[in-house]
């Protein structure tokens, strides 16, 4: 005995060791958890970021290629220019000689484009139109400049305006041309002799409007971008300087100033003109959205799944720890009452066999002792046989049609000795006449005994027990009350649990093996009933057990079942 009161400290010591463990690690597989998820959030949110900057950054570059697109455009009907001779063809203007074969070629090409409607040449020594002859057109009939009594303004203006840039640039420019525009009306090119830091003359070229904007530019645009749902932008070709829009993608948007989300400007030509943009959600940026939000309900029902298993893989292994402890409890406590009743009765045996008591009065005593201490090692036993086939699911019941007022009469007539003899005087109080139910005989009598016992063993010093019975349209209803200890609200919950006892310091030296209940709940349900408990701690319990009144229309015939078979009744 002693030995075993050394190894429970350590015992216990160990075990607080394993639950001290089993924490740790659960809070160790909780951080890793939350923080693999954290990391594939971030990493998700990262990666839908990044398709967006990525596909604002496609979108800009396709809005720079466009306008440098459109620049090409201008030059590549005159791109021969770039290839000429400028000193040849200096010499030959200044000796006013019949116009450079190569260059008549480029410029009878460049108004065979749409884009250009004619082109006009000043000299390096043009002032301003009012001089005679100051501006030429070219005939591309003999493919020569021709005068021009009355040149247009805009190309005054565009030649003007290239000679104020090039008598600033002269001096330290190094290529033979320079395109310089006049908006959207002329493209104009200055002819520059390199070597000689001298300009050549001026080509002016006027530039056809209606086919820049309404053929070429609205075309591209919705070639290169395509429907606002295509692109995922809505793009406007806008005339700032008149607050005009001159193309877009979607003509149902109007345009708003307050919402352009990017300007791209067309790079040295079309001053005026600029394209507006409303970023909107494009596919790839949608696709990616619907990515994340699949990725995340994923995510957040995989974490639902593991942090649940965890905690009900923790749960259990508290509650089998619970359960082991209880059975380590219920196995001593079971050892210690078996052996109290079989020294009783060895030692009673003892004298009895030697002889020892002779006297018929001190025979009975003994005879009675036997047989008390017989009856109480009966009933543990048949608690722990009761508890063995619920759990081997072997118990076997025989329902039959009975009343209940007449099993309780039975029964309290037949304990009123041993109830007496623990000092109370129970309530009855029986309705009558009952309505019969389905039940077995015997499992009722244990019902009645276990919940009888728990409120004589419980009741402390008010010695209270009552017990009664009632009927409603449905069923009738077995209530046992004392006013003993109560039951606390924490323990409410396990009372019906194998090996469980609410222990505290009122019930502590109350003997029990915390299988009364848990054999109780099992036969009620077998039975087809319900149990139930009020309880105020400290104040008393009230058990309540529901059977379903028996029907004619059900199936009255006596029959056994085992408790694995279900008992149907009428409603």
Partial sequence: MNNMKNRLPNRSQTMKKFLTIRWIMLGMALFAIVSLTVMNVYSLYALHESTISSASDRQKTQL???????????????????????????????????????????????????????????????????????????????????????????????????????????????????????????????????????????????????????????????????????????????????????????????????????????PDLLDNWNIKVVFDENPAVLASAGNLQRNLIVMGAVLVLLLGSLTIMFIIAQRERSLMERQAGFLANVTHELKT???????????????????????????????????????????????????????????????????????????????AQAGFEPVIDLQSPLPDVIADRENFQTILGNLVENAMKYSGEEKYLAVRLRSNRSAVILEVEDHGHGIPTAARKHIFDKFYRAEDTLTARTKGHGLGLSIVKNLVELNGGTITVESTYRKGSVFSVTFPIYQASAASEPRTVNSNAKIEYAS
């Fill in 341 to 419: 009743p079989l020294a009783v009765m060895q030692a009673a045996g003892e004298n009895l066999a030697d002889g020892r008591v002779t006297r018929p009065e001190r025979l009975k005593v003994y005879g009675e002792h036997i047989y008390t201490e017989s009856m109480r090692l009966r009933r543990m036993i048949e608690k722990l046989l009761d508890v063995a086939k619920s759990d081997a699911g072997q118990q076997r019941i025989h329902p039959e049609r009975v009343n209940l007022g007449e099993l309780v009469a039975s029964y309290l007539q037949e304990h009123q000795t041993l109830i």
């Fill in 64 to 266: 720079a290629d466009f306008t440098y697109t459109t620049r090409n455009r201008f030059r590549a009907p005159v791109e021969g220019i770039w290839r000429l001779n400028m000193e040849q063809l200096h010499d030959e203007i200044a000796r006013n000689a019949p116009l450079n074969p190569a260059l008549g070629e480029v410029l009878a090409r460049a108004m065979e484009d749409s884009l250009f409607d004619k082109v006009y040449f000043a000299g390096a020594d043009f002032q301003d139109c009012g001089q005679s002859g100051a501006i030429k057109i070219f005939d591309t009939g003999t493919r020569q400049f021709v005068n021009e009594s009355l040149p247009p303004q805009s190309a005054c203006d565009g030649i003007s305006l290239t000679r104020t840039r090039m008598n600033v640039l002269i001096n330290d420019y190094r290529w033979n041309t320079k395109v310089v525009f006049d908006t959207h009306r002329t493209m104009n090119v200055a002819l520059i002799n390199p070597r000689g830091a001298s300009i050549v003359g001026y080509l002016s070229f006027s530039i056809n409007r209606d086919y820049l904007v309404n053929e070429y530019l609205a075309g591209k645009l919705m070639d290169v971008f395509g429907t606002r749902d295509e692109s995922g932008m809505t793009v406007w070709l806008h005339d700032w300087l008149l607050n005009e829009v001159l193309a877009t993608n979607d003509p149902d948007t109007p345009y708003d100033r307050r919402g352009v989300e990017y300007i791209q400007r067309f």
